[in-house]
């Protein structure tokens, strides 16, 4: 199906260049955008369509190197990417990106400064892109079912997960983890004592032996699933993204089925990761591109977002129309003691990158 949009997004693209070439050829009403799954609320969709009579096509990843490999080869026709924030330097550096024209987005002068003095490291001025939604690698897990398969169980500490003993008792009720070979490489690092972005190559083999310990506890590395797996009950325990855990405790309360899930920020500390928007360079909409992100940074949409997602934004008008319960949930809007304990997504140099997604592919796949 993907491939498909793909390709009518590409055939489409075409088209739209061929008019560019044209006089005076204005963009046509369309704008494709390339982000993670359940990222846009259904109403936002249909409440900027309204406004604008542009439509949205969302094409959706749960990966983020599928996004690069799109981002750098160019020509996927879309018109806002979502990256982590740690990779919009290279974006930038190969040329795949765009300058914003800030004009058009005047709701990115309202963002929260400690969030724009760490994305600045990447993107000084915040030229090339605007924060969309952050938060947190953690424990995702189900209560009930940990509690009848070990009595007083870490549930925040990672020991559930990278011991093997330990994710043992948990096989049988399943245990997934998010595919991304970065984050989770640099949580597997920290919780070994290490730097969490090392380089060393002693350090780095010895979080792919701690991985590589634990594969034949882990049923999959379906980031998308892990949401509405873990509502059903058909998982107990994942490494996985904040929000889609308070997620699919939202999603299990209503369908009533009487599962709980619950999220924990492990003791140990974990990455905090930031989404940004970005345009690539050879948009399509690079008009109607700036204008959905000015759209989507209004404090309305941000607070729709947040309340529908359970990840924070960074518009700091938003905050007062989330609601109460979201906004006092310790593991949605974290406080300073547990920032203490996040580091953020850094990039990596190309060689320990290398080793990092050679690792990475053996522990998925089970080989050495
Ligand atoms: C998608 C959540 C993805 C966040 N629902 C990972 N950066």
Not at 104 to 130: E, K, S
Not at 143 to 163: H, Q
Not at 239 to 260: H, P, T, V, Y
Request: glycine share 6%; hydrophobic share 45%; proline share 5%.
């Amino acid at each position: 199906m993907r491939r498909l949009a793909a390709l009518a997004i590409s055939m489409l693209a075409l088209s739209v260049s061929a008019l560019a070439d044209g006089a005076s050829a204005a963009e046509d009403k369309t704008v494709n955008i390339y982000f993670w799954y359940d990222y846009v609320p259904a109403d936002t969709i249909a409440e900027f369509e309204k406004q604008t009579g542009i439509k949205i096509v969302y094409d959706t990843f749960d990966s983020v190197d599928m996004l690069t490999t799109k981002a750098l080869t160019g020509g996927s026709g879309y018109d806002i990417i979502m990256p982590g924030a740690s990779l919009v330097g290279q974006y930038a550096k190969a040329g795949a990106i765009q300058k914003l024209d800030k004009a058009r987005i005047p709701n990115a002068g309202d963002l929260n400064p400690d969030i724009m003095a760490f994305l600045a490291r990447q993107d000084p001025g915040a030229a090339y892109a605007v924060p969309y939604a952050y938060g947190t690698t953690g424990i995702m897990y189900n209560p009930a079912k940990i509690a009848e398969r070990m009595k007083d169980a870490p549930v925040d500490s990672l020991d559930m997960i990278f011991k093997p003993e330990i994710a043992a008792k948990f096989q049988d009720c399943g245990i997934a983890m998010v595919d991304s070979p970065e984050g989770v490489m640099s949580v597997a690092l920290n919780y070994l004592g290490f730097d969490p972005f090392s380089i060393d190559e002693g350090d780095l083999h010895k979080a792919g032996a701690l991985l590589a310990s634990i594969k034949p506890y882990v049923r999959h590395f379906k980031s998308g699933s892990i949401m509405s797996e873990l509502a059903a009950g058909d998982l107990c325990l994942a490494l996985g993204w904040s929000g889609d855990a308070i997620g699919a405790n939202a999603r299990a309360a209503e369908s009533k089925n009487g599962i709980e899930v619950r999220y924990a920020v492990p003791r140990e500390g974990t990455e905090i990761f930031f989404d940004v928007m970005t345009i690539p360079v050879d948009a399509p909409h690079s008009e109607n591109a700036h204008a959905l992100m000015n759209f989507l940074l209004s404090p309305q949409a941000s607070a729709r977002f947040t309340n529908a997602t359970l990840y924070p934004n960074a518009v700091q008008a938003a905050t007062p129309m989330v609601d109460e319960v979201v906004r006092d949930n310790p593991n949605i809007y974290f406080s300073k003691a547990t920032l203490k304990h996040l580091f953020a997504a850094q990039p990596r140099d190309q060689k320990s990158l290398r080793l990092v997604t050679r690792l990475w592919t053996s522990f998925m796949t089970g080989t050495n």
